[in-house]
């Protein structure tokens, strides 16, 4: 399968635990996008990538979340001390241009 | 700012009848625009997209969309209904091209009734 991967893809945890979720894009895609979606809402841009640059960041990624992508290649999304707040699905996508691809999603619950 | 309005939360339809999904957007440039699909379960699929070409933007599986700057617009079509085609669709927009901060509407279910 050459399309997005990510994992896990579900995450169960506990309020104030940390939290990585890791995005394997289209090997040749050089952009790499994460986005949150919430139950009946469209997904909402967090960041950008391309290559290994981060070039983007929406505010809605506070200081508890950063994310890396080292080599260009895969990335991660690590949450600090999770709040109820950031249960969500974690969309990762990659793309060459304007078309992105998009990833089957982490779900997270934080309890 | 930039944003999606889809105006209708939940679009019921019955199989062969048309599907029209609507979408108006806010933007201070000429954005490039674009139509989402999300099947339950699945990662979400282009099927469109408007990049200042023809304004008539023709899609996968018989959809189709029209660019209106006029109207702020780009609302989706098929002319004939599928029970392959019930799922959640999205309105996007990357309001000036340069930047890769993508805009989502808030999507639209799509029904299709046997």
């Known amino acids: 399968d050459t399309g997005v991967s990510q994992d896990p893809r579900h995450k169960i945890t506990k309020r104030g635990q940390n939290v990585t979720f890791r995005c394997d894009p289209i090997s040749e895609h050089n952009r790499l996008y994460w986005y949150r979606q919430t139950l009946g809402q469209g997904p909402e841009f967090l960041t950008y990538?391309?290559?290994?640059?981060?070039?983007?960041k929406s505010r809605l990624l506070s200081d508890r979340f950063s994310a890396e992508r080292p080599k260009g290649s895969f990335s991660t999304l690590e949450i600090q001390r999770t709040e109820q707040g950031d249960s969500a699905m974690y969309l990762c996508?990659?793309?060459?241009?304007?078309?992105?691809?998009f990833g089957p999603g982490t779900r997270l619950t934080v309890l | 700012a930039q944003s999606v309005t889809q105006l209708d939360s939940h679009v019921s339809v019955s199989e062969g009848t048309p599907v029209l999904l609507r979408c108006n957007y806010s933007s201070s440039y000429s954005p490039s625009l674009f139509w989402y699909v999300q099947h339950p379960n699945k990662g979400l699929q282009l099927l469109l997209k408007?990049?200042?070409?023809?304004?008539l933007v023709k899609g996968i599986n018989g959809f189709e969309a029209e660019f209106k700057k006029s109207e702020t617009s780009f609302h989706l079509t098929k002319p004939s209904a599928h029970m392959s085609d019930a799922a959640e669709y999205f309105c996007?927009?990357?309001?000036?091209?340069?930047?890769?901060?993508?805009?989502f509407g808030p999507g639209t279910r799509l029904s299709v009734l046997p």
């Open positions: 990538f391309q290559n290994e640059a981060q070039l983007e």
């Open positions: 408007y990049t200042s070409a023809a304004t």
């Open positions: 996007v927009v990357n309001p000036d091209n340069y930047g890769q901060n993508f805009v």
């Open positions: 996508a990659s793309s060459l241009e304007d078309e992105q691809f």
